[in-house]
Nanobody
Framework: EVQLVESGGGLVQAGGSLRLTCALS????????VAWFREAPGKGLEGVSC????????????WYADSVKGRFTISSDAATNKVVLQMNRLNAEDTAVYSC????????????????WGQGTQVTVSS
C-alpha cells in the first residue's frame, strides 16, 4: 500500500524552527516528486516546496513558494525513504496544516496534480 505519513509539527514561537518529515512507504522516494502544501484557517491550499527525484526528469529539482524562500529547505533521504522540510525563522503566517504529496509522473511544475497525499501535521507559530 502506498502511504505518506507526516510528522514533526507542533507549537513554536515566532523566529523558531521546525523540521517536518514525510515518510514514504510502499514506494521509493528516488522515483517520485514530493511536495509540501499547507492550508491555513480561512485560506486555500498553498504549495510550499517541492523536490523532484525522478531520474529522467528535465524539470527543476526543487521549488519554493516566494513566501518561504530563504527560510525553508527541502531535502530527500533515500536511505530512510523520507523527505524533510526544514523550516526556519517561522512567523505567524506560517501557521497551517502541512501535508505532503507525491507522484511518479508529475514534477514540480505541476504540483497541483500530485495524486498521493498524507493526512497532514499541524504547525502553530505563536507571535
Amino acid at each position: 500500500e502506498v502511504q505518506l505519513v507526516e510528522s514533526g509539527g507542533g507549537l513554536v514561537q515566532a523566529g523558531g524552527s521546525l523540521r517536518l518529515t514525510c515518510a514514504l512507504s510502499g514506494f521509493n522516494v528516488d522515483d517520485y516528486t514530493v511536495a509540501w502544501f499547507r492550508e491555513a484557517p480561512g485560506k486555500g491550499l498553498e504549495g510550499v516546496s517541492c523536490i523532484d527525484n525522478r531520474i529522467h526528469s528535465r524539470e527543476d529539482t526543487t521549488w519554493y513558494a516566494d513566501s518561504v524562500k530563504g527560510r525553508f529547505t527541502i531535502s530527500s533521504d533515500a536511505a530512510t525513504n523520507k523527505v524533510v522540510l526544514q523550516m526556519n525563522r517561522l512567523n505567524a503566517e506560517d501557521t497551517a496544516v502541512y501535508s505532503c504529496a507525491a507522484d511518479s509522473y508529475y514534477g514540480c511544475n505541476n504540483i497541483a496534480l500530485l495524486r498521493t497525499w498524507g493526512q497532514g501535521t499541524q504547525v502553530t507559530v505563536s507571535s
